[in-house]
Every structure is written in C-alpha cells, then in structure tokens.
C-alpha cells in the first residue's frame, strides 16, 4: 500500500503503479490510462481534491476494485461524465457519496442518479479535454487578467463553474443570478473579494462560501435575500466588509455573525428588519461602522438592548430610527432613552423569538391582543380566523355569528392555546377534525349555542381538555359515544339542554369526572334512567341533584332519590337515545366489523361505517 494523502500531487500520470490512497490533494486532472498498469488494485481513494472530469477508461483495467471514494471533489456532469452514473450503478456498494458541482442544476447531486439525460454539452465541450491543455479556463462571459475574474452585467443567470483556482477576485453584479448554490466558491480557496451585487438572489445555500478562509470582501447588497441561513459565513474568519443593504432581510439569527472577529463595517441598511436581538453583534470585536438605517424597527421592550449597545458603541452612522410604536416614530434609536423602550399589548410575546427568525402573527382585524389573550369577540365573525399569532393561551370567539366549525387546521398552529371560548354563536356543526391539534386546550365553552347532537368524534384532539361547557344548547339524548376520548374532563355542564336520556355507561370514558351539571333538562325517568339514579348515588361526583320532568308523579324529585323499582316502562316507552352506528342494509356490523359475506353483491354497499376494522 501507497499512501501518499496530504500531498501536493496535481496530475495523474500513467507510470503509477501502486497508489491506493491520493486524499486531500490538489489533483484536478487524470490522465487517460492513469490507472492501466494497477490490475491488482482493491483500494483507491481520491478524497478532497480539485478532480473536474475523470477520463470514460479509467478504472476498466482494476477487475480487483472493491473501495472508490470520491467525495469531496468538483466534478463537472457534463457528458464526457456520464459513464461514470452507469459505472457507479452498476456497482452500488463503491463510490458512495460522489457529488457533482457543476453545471448549477445538477450542483450537489450524487452522480449515481442523475439520468443519461441530464449529462449534456454544450457545442464547444464535444471533445474531452486532455491533461496537456488546461482544464480550467476563463469562462467566455467573463474576462480573467491578475488573478481577477470579471463578469459584470452580462447577463449570467448561474454563477460560473471552473473558474481559475487561483483567483483572488471575482465580480459578478449586475448579472440576473437568483441562487447562490452549495460551495459555490469552495474550490477558489485563495478568494478575497466577492461581489455578487445587483442581481436577483433569493437562496443562498448554508455552505454556498465554505472553506473561504481568505475572504475578506463580501458585497451581497441590491438583492432579494428574505434570510441569511444558518452558518452561512461561519468560515469566513478573515472578512473586513459585509454588505448586506436593499435586500429583503426580515430576520438575522442571533448567531448570524458568530466568527467574524475581524468584521470592520457591516451594512444592513434598507432592509425589513422590525427588531434584532440581544447578543448579535457580540462576535464583531472589530467593527468600526455600522449601517441600520432605512429598517421599520419596532422599539418595543425588546429593542432597549440596541439603543444602550449604539450609545456605549456610537458605530452606527446612518441615523436609524424607529417605525414604531406610533410615539416613538422616526425617532433615532440612538438617541432614545432606555426607559422609553417597552412592551404593551401582545408586543411582548409577538417579537419575543425573533433571535430564532420567528416573528408572530400580527393581531388579527376585527380582534384585540393584549397579553397573550386574543380577544375577537362581538365582531359578528361567521367561522373562525384562519390566522392566529402562535403565542395565543386564550382565545375569545364568543357572541359572533359561527355556525359551523370547519376543519381548517387552525389549531395546529397554535401550541401554546389553553382556552377557547366559542359561547353564544349559533353552532349547529362541528365538523371531524375541527379541533386537530388542540392537545394543549383545557377548557372549551360552547355555552348557548345550537348544537341537537355530541359525539366524540367532534372533540378529537382535545386530549388534555379539563373543562367542557356545553350549556343551553339544544342536546337530546346522551349516549356511549358522546364523550369518547374526553378522559381528562374533569368539569362537564349539560345545564339547559333537552336531554331526556342517558345510555347505560355514557359517562364512562370520562374517568376524571368530578363534577358533572345536569339541571334544567327534560329527563324522562323511566326504566331506561334507572342506571342512573344508582350512578349518581354511588359515584362522588357533584352534579346538583337533577330531577326528574317525567312521568308526573316523580316530576321534580332528584333522580338518585327515587327508588329503583319506581323507574318503569310501558309497551312504548323505548329509549330515544340508543347507539346505533350506520350499518349497510344488506350487512351485519358488530362493533367495527362488517360482514357482508354471501349476500349477492354486485357492488360495494353504502354506509360502511368509517370506523370498520374489519370488513
């Protein structure tokens, strides 16, 4: 074994004989035929090189080959590569990891799937190019002179690919390129200025300027950057300027600049800043100016920390001033007394993460935010706001117009939500799935609503609901499926409703019950009630003693007061609320099972139950 890793080999030649291991070089080029003499070879690496294109012949004379790594070089899937995709899938456990880097549509994809199609050139790339001539050359956009790359406003729409590694500048503004794509710049490791101002950049990926070291220019203004990724100047140890003004920035992380020690001036002016956090620009020991004008800053509690940073640091010097609150408008923050800085309303929850790029719904119209509490009651709303600030503990939806509740996924949206409060609309309605996502609500009113029927499937998930209020509504009849799921209710009201019956075991499934309201209902004492009254009298649940309405001679007396035998039917007197789940005429159902055997079909019956397990 060979291993000469962590030298400076630049070319491939064919008099090699027993290389396996060539990593963290500097080859770009293998010649054709390089490896023709190693038929013994297993092991070849070739990690972390500059390797553009490999010749189609390389590895046809290594039958012995079992490990080839490639990753980590610039590989160029034009159509002298193609071969390589096929080779690579023809022997899936080898030459994992094998990325290409150009052309830009295919930047970052494995090799091994990108289709014959897809490796295409150009009229000018038909022949493969040798070791002898250069593989890098200026592109034809640009011009190349003293370690400089010029592509200014010609149009390009991707950044150039083999450019000359040792460049120290390249310009690129006024060009139409939308996407800045991963390590972009990373093979140009003795790079110090970059301008890609003046374009159209909306993505820039995390690792598009890795590795750059050297860089001590970066010119992004006059884009469209909405948000700076993760880490995206991490390496860049070495930069003085940074200029990221008349883009659309809406947020910065507040480890955006982590690593830029050497940072002399940065420019954010002219973007849609509304407020930064706490500790941004701690890394920037070295800044000398600052531009933040020209942002619609919110100076709320949550910005007092950047007026005491700009007067113990007077670097800002294009006059930033405050969007809002009304009474600090145009103000310059920092010239703003600390104590002017706070927090009313929903100001404080709304803006209170913005160091993880998340800013919250503004309060909806027609509602009044104020804490955490949205309150849009009496607005003769017909459904429910599709958009609520996340923070929301308490929603307020009562006295509107809502009849129906749509299963938009609203709640799902909003984690910290613990009460919602629906009481006095006209809800008739609750669709399936309504409350989706609502795992964190304890208590839910829907007091003086029109609602002639509950089931379980209208609360789901509302697993850790505590409080259901469900009074004067116009509620019939209770049954085993009302409250299935509800195992956390502890306090439930069914005060003024027109139940005249419960099911044997309706209330079983709420297992935390401890007070339960029962009054003002139509209940018929018959036999079917009469589990009732034993329920009442042996479980310890306050329930306020409800009583009887029929037969007239136990109307009013409470309904665990009355003897058991008293509790009697006649020929008539069936049960108005037994369970019956839709069952298919021609079917048999039991629980969730449906049989429909030997019945004659010719097609599928209607009705199946949408709960069947097994049919």
């Known amino acids: 074994m060979l291993d000469m890793s962590i030298l400076h080999v630049e070319e491939l030649h064919a008099q090699l004989t027993h290389i396996e291991q060539l990593d963290n070089n500097q080859i770009s080029c293998i010649e054709d035929g390089a490896f023709r003499a190693l038929r013994d070879l297993e092991i070849l690496t070739l990690n972390n090189n500059n390797i553009t294109r490999i010749p189609v012949t390389s590895f046809n004379h ?73 593989s890098i050359t200026c592109p034809s956009a640009c011009t190349c002179s003293n370690n400089v790359v010029d592509c200014r406003g010609r149009s390009l729409t991707e950044i150039p690919a083999n450019l000359p590694e040792d460049i120290w500048e390249i310009r690129l503004e006024q060009n139409l390129i939308k996407i800045i794509p991963p390590g972009a710049f990373t093979q140009y490791k003795k790079l110090k200025r970059i301008d890609i101002s003046k374009n159209q950049i909306s993505d820039i990926a995390p690792d598009a300027f890795k590795g750059l070291k050297s860089l001590i220019s970066l010119v992004l203004y006059g884009n469209k950057i909405t948000e700076i990724p993760q880490g995206l100047f991490d390496d860049l140890v ?31 002016y002219d973007n849609k800043l509304q407020t930064i956090s706490k500790g941004l620009f701690a890394p920037l020991r070295s800044i000398q100016t600052l531009h933040l004008a020209q942002n619609p800053f919110v100076c709320d509690c949550h910005l007092k920390w950047l007026a005491d940073y700009l007067q113990d640091n007077p670097i800002e010097t294009s006059g930033a001033r405050c969007s ?23 100001e404080d929850y709304r803006s209170k993460f913005t160091g993880k790029c998340f800013m919250d719904l503004v309060c909806p119209e027609k509602c009044r935010c104020e804490g955490t509490i949205v309150d849009c009651s009496n607005q003769k709303l017909t459904r429910l706001p599709s958009h609520l600030p996340e923070y929301t503990t308490d929603l307020r939806l009562n006295d509107n117009d809502i009849s129906v509740l749509e299963a938009i996924g609203l709640f799902k949206k909003l984690p910290n939500l613990r009460k919602i409060n629906l009481s006095n609309n006209k809800i008739k309605e609750i669709r399936e799935g309504a409350f989706d996502g609502a795992s964190g609500v304890q208590e839910l009113i829907l007091t003086e609503n029109q609602l002639e029927s509950v089931h379980g499937r209208m609360f789901r998930g509302l697993t850790g609901l505590k409080t259901l209020m469900l009074r004067s509504n116009s509620i019939s009849c209770i049954n085993n499926d009302t409250f299935a799921g509800l195992s956390s209710v502890r306090l439930l009201s069914l005060y003024d409703n027109h139940i005249s019956t419960i099911t044997p075991g309706a209330f079983s499934t709420l297992v935390s019950l401890s007070t339960i309201n029962l009054l003002a209902n139509s209940f018929n004492c018959n036999c079917h009630l009469a589990w009732l009254g034993k329920w009442l009298r042996k479980k310890r649940i306050v329930s306020g003693n409800p009583r009887c309405l029929k037969p007239f001679f136990l109307k009013d007396i409470p309904i665990q007061d009355v003897d058991v035998q008293d509790f009697t039917c006649d020929g008539n007197d069936e049960s108005s609320c037994l369970l019956s789940p839709p069952c298919p005429s021609q079917c048999t159902c039991v629980d969730s099972v449906v049989r429909c055997s030997n019945k004659g079909l010719r097609i599928l019956p209607k009705g199946i139950p949408k709960d069947v397990t097994e049919l």
């Open 238 to 268: 070495s930069l003085q300027l940074l200029l990221l003004n008349a883009n659309k920035i809406n947020c910065l992380r507040v480890n955006t600049f982590q690593g830029l020690h050497n940072l002399k001036l940065l420019s954010l």
């Open 324 to 346: 809002n609150p009304r009474r600090l408008a145009n103000k310059r923050i920092s010239q703003i007394k600390s104590k002017k800085f706070r927090c009313s309303g929903s």
């Open 62 to 134: 290594m039958p012995k080959i079992r490990t080839l790594r490639l990753h980590s070089n610039f590989l160029h899937c034009d159509c002298h590569l193609a071969w390589l995709s096929d080779w690579l899938r023809q022997r899936r456990t080898i030459g994992q990891f094998t990325f290409c880097l150009a052309p830009v549509n295919l930047r970052g994809f494995l090799v091994a799937e990108v289709q014959k199609k897809d490796f295409v050139c150009s009229g000018s790339q038909s022949e493969p190019p040798s070791c002898s001539a250069s």
